[in-house]
């Protein structure tokens, strides 16, 4: 699974690098840009999040965690962090997400844990030489009206609450080592796709096996791994330190 990634670049600097790898934003909403860049994403912060719509890309601030339209409150959003992409197609609470809300987590890489004789060590999974500078994950995002605080005064209608899951498959072969499963990483060539609106039940089926008949193929997107401190098991620690390679312990 995926439950902490780091981001560490801001609404501006995504934008930038995004433009050097050939996609471009159009739009970047208030809530993308108060999100601060963090080196320890967790579940439930407000991330910047890449989504399209009519006029072209956009950059949006959503809340990590997936509260489906039907939901009564927040309170499950934390075990939606993530979606398997083996059974997303068949799950309700991702259905309408995956036929026409698919999203991109920029993200520079994520943490795992591998237990040991001394406890869980964590290691820092992020790209490798020749790879891009960012990865990308395939994700679903939704919308939620939040009638538990008041409502907006400019319609009279609870506020739109936006949140994210994203998808984890698998681990290919050269990770089994570290963890069953990983993140599911868009490759440049299909970004387009997968953030086109719209897609139906099966469009949405032939994107979602196309990523899975990518995920074994270690040469498809270049990955490196080190360990690094185990700080990062705390949502309270937030700084550079946490990436860089550190002793196993």
């Known amino acids: 699974m995926c439950g902490r990634y780091a981001a560490s670049r801001d609404a501006a600097a995504l934008v930038e690098v995004l433009a050097d790898l050939g996609m471009t934003v159009g739009e970047v909403t208030d809530d993308a840009r108060a999100a601060t860049p963090s080196h320890n994403v967790a579940p439930t912060t407000v991330r910047p999040v890449l989504t399209a719509t009519a006029a072209g890309v956009r950059l949006t601030g959503l809340s990590w965690g997936l509260v489906p339209p039907w939901s009564k409150d927040r309170r499950g959003a934390a075990r939606m962090i993530n979606a398997r992409v083996e059974s997303v197609t068949e ?24 237990a040991g004789e001394g406890g869980k060590q964590p ?37 739109w609450f ?27 060539g299909e970004w387009r796709d997968w953030l086109a609106p719209g897609a139906g039940a099966r469009g949405a089926a032939d994107l979602v096996a196309s990523l899975r008949s990518d995920l074994a193929d270690p040469g498809r997107l270049p990955l490196a791994w080190h360990p690094v401190d185990r700080r990062v098991g705390s949502v309270a620690q937030d700084d550079p330190g946490l990436v860089v390679p550190a002793a196993v312990e």
Do not use: Q
């Open 91 to 114: 799950r309700p609470a991702y259905r309408s997400s995956l036929e026409k809300r698919r999203c991109l987590v920029p993200a520079d890489g994520w943490f795992e844990w591998r």
């Open 123 to 159: 290691y820092f999974v992020h790209p490798g030489p020749g790879a891009p500078p960012l990865l990308l994950f395939a994700g679903l995002y939704s919308w939620w009206r939040d009638t538990t605080v008041p409502v907006d005064p400019a319609t009279g209608e609870p506020p």
């Open 162 to 188: 936006g949140s994210y899951t994203i998808l984890t498959g698998p681990a290919r072969p050269d990770l089994a080592w570290l963890h069953d499963r990983m993140p599911v990483a868009v490759a440049a």
